[in-house]
């Protein structure tokens, strides 16, 4: 590949997003659409600065709320996801519940958990524990089923206990697996997190954008989907990071290691 | 000389009372330091043979005795190599090779203490089949044929008494596995290890093997035991002999027999 073309890839995602504002800028002026429609970026930009102090507190309850839940979701999963991948019962045991579980959309739980613990922070963290958590069970799980069988046998002709191979074979090679769907858990636990702060919370970025809303402060409705955005976007490169960093061996396709 | 695998009589079914009979009547005797071969037509129960040996499996019928003790468990003087190398790729080569030390219950007490003393070992063997060097490397810088060398080392790592090879060479090109043909060669002659190698390729055990039993179709069981008469060392020269192709023309003839039984 020439070095001017690996240039270009390297300005792609740069350009797009700048492309993408631009259109989005262009569009508003030319058509004159109104501000309670779809304000212009520089309208919402102006408004972010305007509205920093609450947007800035905002956006870390927000963050709090989230990273909170999915550190549960990670801890939790983690530890169901070896437990259902290291027996065939329990996995038959569990896997169906888990289903069922993950089938009910996660908002229907919110009222429940505001009648037990009320309106706040508490929700939020739960729900988005309780969606960020079945990616995570899942993978981990599916890491430890597909241990190779002769792998297995070699290592128990050899008079391995289950433990050796979950310890020596089965967690190592489930890692990628659970680095990849940290990636997954991470967007998710912010779609649990938004959705109990509009239903039900005090503050948080969901909240301020439901009651920017309810005066049809629009810029102000933008400026928190940016700050989601925003936040969504640092987290999932902070997971995309950390997997490069501890399981490299498993890309080595893009020449990570080698 | 002394038998160090016995099966007598052996049969193996698998899924309970009515599933499928994977070896019936299964006899042979291996003897302490002897090259065995066993060759058959697929689905015969090969790798039955080996999980039987190996005390992966119990067989419902008849005795498999190891090194004189019958085997009702894992059975821990043995190493193994499959056809495909199962290299762990998080560990480097060498870390491999290690890994049935951190198992076997005579090593992994010692291994954190003498890792010195191990590591050295492995790396003769790496010299052993033409690996030197490449232990700081990981498997899947590797090729395939490399790989396969390295399984061989992992086998071997812990000392066993007994090698069952299950096809190891099947997956690699045939310069690679005439290769590794005098590798495992060398290696049978300087350490004196009983070899047990499962396999399709009847030229491969004919050049190897000091015996080379046929399996019936399933239910398997022994139908042929030919003993070969070459001298050791043997040159990859004495394919190209007469004797030597006769022999692979009159097992293919059992084979081909065994097949239309079935």
């Known amino acids: ?258 | 000389m002394k038998n160090l695998v016995t099966i007598d009589n052996v049969d193996m079914r698998y899924g309970g009372a009515d599933g499928t009979l994977a070896v019936e009547g299964l006899t042979l005797h291996v003897e302490k330091g002897e090259f065995a071969a066993v060759v058959g037509p697929s689905g015969c129960g090969k790798s039955t043979l080996m999980k039987l040996v190996t005390g992966l499996h119990i067989p419902q019928k008849g005795v498999v005795t190891v090194a004189e003790e019958r085997v009702t468990k894992p059975v821990s003087i043995v190493g193994m190599a499959f056809q495909n190398p199962t290299m762990l790729p998080w560990r480097t080569t060498l870390d491999n090779i290690l890994l049935p030390l951190e198992v076997v219950e005579k090593h992994r007490g010692r291994l954190r203490m003498n890792r010195a003393e191990y590591v050295a070992k492995a790396e003769k063997l790496l010299e052993t089949v033409g690996l030197k060097g490449f232990g700081s490397k990981f498997p899947w810088q590797l090729s395939g044929g490399m790989q396969q060398r390295a399984n061989l080392c992992r086998a071997l790592i812990h000392e066993p008494d007994l090698l069952m090879l299950d096809e190891p060479f099947g997956a690699l090109d045939s310069f690679t596995r005439e290769e590794l043909w005098c590798v495992i060669r060398d290696l049978h002659f300087e350490r004196k290890v009983t070899i047990v190698l499962v396999t399709h390729d009847l030229r491969e055990a004919v050049f190897l093997a000091d015996r080379i039993f046929v399996m019936s179709s399933r239910p398997g069981r022994i139908i042929e035991e030919r003993t070969v008469p070459f001298a050791r060392p043997r040159d990859l020269e004495i394919m190209y002999q007469k004797e030597f192709n006769d022999i692979v023309h009159e097992l293919r003839g059992s084979i081909a027999d065994a097949r239309k039984a079935a």
């Not at chain 1, 079945?134 to 430890?144: E, H, K, Q």
């Not at chain 1, 997190?193 to 970025?205: F, H």
């Not at chain 1, 997971?239 to 020449?255: C, F, K, L, P, S």
């Open chain 1, 1 to 258: 590949m020439s070095a001017a073309s690996k240039n270009w890839i390297k300005a792609a995602p740069w350009l797009c997003t700048i492309g993408l504002f631009v259109i989005w800028e262009l569009a508003a002026r030319l058509f004159g659409l109104p501000q309670y429609i779809l304000p212009a970026p520089t309208v919402v930009f102006n408004a972010i600065v305007q509205y920093w102090p609450a947007i800035w507190k905002n956006s870390l309850q927000t963050l709090y709320t989230t990273t909170l839940g999915f550190a549960l979701a990670v801890a939790g999963g983690l530890g169901l996801g070896i437990l259902v991948g290291w027996s065939r019962l329990i996995y038959s045991g569990l896997y169906p519940l888990m289903v069922g579980f993950n089938a009910i959309p996660k908002v229907a739980l919110v009222p429940i958990l505001v009648i037990w613990f009320g309106i706040g922070t508490i929700p939020a963290v739960l729900t988005a524990f309780l969606i960020s958590f079945f990616p995570i069970v899942v993978n981990v799980a599916t890491g430890l089923a597909t241990i190779e069988p002769e792998m297995e046998d070699v290592l128990r002709a050899l008079g391995a206990r289950k433990m050796d191979i979950m310890l020596k074979v089965g967690i190592p090679r489930s890692m990628p697996y659970f680095f990849g769907s940290l990636k997954i858990a991470i967007t998710l636990a912010f779609v649990g997190s938004v959705i109990a702060e509009t239903v039900a919370a005090n503050s948080g970025l969901g909240h301020m954008m439901l009651a920017a809303q309810s005066q049809f402060n629009v810029p102000l409705v933008f400026a928190g989907l940016i700050m989601l955005a925003v936040e969504g976007i640092i987290m999932y490169a902070v997971m995309a990071w950390v997997e490069m960093r501890m399981t490299g061996w498993a890309h080595r396709g893009q020449g990570a290691t080698a």
